[in-house]
Antibody
Framework: EVQLVESGGGLVQPGGSLRLSCAAS????????MCWVRQSPGKGLEWVAD????????FFMDSVKGRFTISRDNAKNSLYLQMNSLRVEDTAVYFC????????????WGQGTLVTVSS | QTVVTQEPSLTVSPGGTVTLTCASS?????????PNWFQQKPGQAPRALIY???NKHSWTPARFSGSLLGGKAALTLSGVQSEDEAEYYC?????????FGGGTKLTVL
């Protein structure tokens, strides 16, 4: 069974940093692109970033470019999102998603971790 | 800035048919945008329904189908059930980043 478990969320002040982690199990992690998707309270889904199988190629939504970094450790079956210079508008539940592999897309989602940016 | 537009809300009667659409500010949506569709119920993580325009996941009920319609991606629900009441999101690929639509709140009434 595919499992994606996020951790690392919490309360942080504007301008602060936070690192999210996603522990993956039940599939060949190193053969999938992985993504982060977020959802602000009461709002819609926002695609944040993705990273290829080897960790050598990544893309970001415009509003987080230069502030967020996505990385992975295939030996540990783990995905990360380093978030710096956090803003109030980054407040959201962050979902870890298995986004692409073997021609199938966005099929498995974690339950999410809440990040609150507030003074 | 790329914008993906969905109907904010739709209402359908039980047993009826409804089509949700997904438009891109860049123009016609084609298969190259790899349209995905997701269902989300309150308090739950999204659930994938359709990928690459019309492909169903193993758990996707047969009453859900995806297509391209009039320059947009479309999700059609046939024989709607009360349990289909939810928020539905589309997702399009832009050659690197992806962009979600704003979501359609589907009411079954």
């Amino acid at each position: 069974e595919v499992q994606l478990v996020e951790s690392g969320g919490g309360l942080v002040q504007p301008g602060g940093s936070l690192r999210l982690s996603c522990a993956a199990s039940g599939f060949a992690f190193h053969t999938y692109w992985m993504c982060w998707v977020r959802q602000s309270p009461g709002k819609g889904l926002e695609w944040v970033a993705d990273i290829n199988e080897a960790g050598s190629n990544m893309f970001f939504m415009d509003s987080v470019k230069g502030r967020f970094t996505i990385s992975r450790d295939n030996a540990k079956n783990s995905l990360y999102l380093q978030m710096n210079s956090l803003r109030v508008e980054d407040t959201a539940v962050y979902f870890c998603v298995r986004c692409s592999g073997s021609g199938i897309y966005y099929d498995s989602w974690g339950q999410g971790t809440l990040v609150t940016v507030s003074s | 800035q790329t914008v993906v537009t969905q109907e904010p809300s739709l209402t359908v009667s039980p047993g009826g048919t409804v089509t949700l659409t997904c438009a891109s500010s860049t123009g016609t949506v084609t298969s190259g945008y790899y349209p995905n569709w997701f269902q989300q119920k309150p308090g739950q993580a999204p659930r994938a329904l359709i990928y690459s325009t019309s492909n169903k996941h193993s758990w996707t009920p047969a009453r859900f189908s995806g297509s391209l319609l009039g320059g947009k991606a479309a999700l059609t629900l046939s024989g709607v059930q009360s349990e289909d009441e939810a928020e539905y999101y589309c997702l399009l690929y832009y050659g690197g980043p992806w962009v979600f639509g704003g979501g359609t709140k589907l009411t079954v009434l």
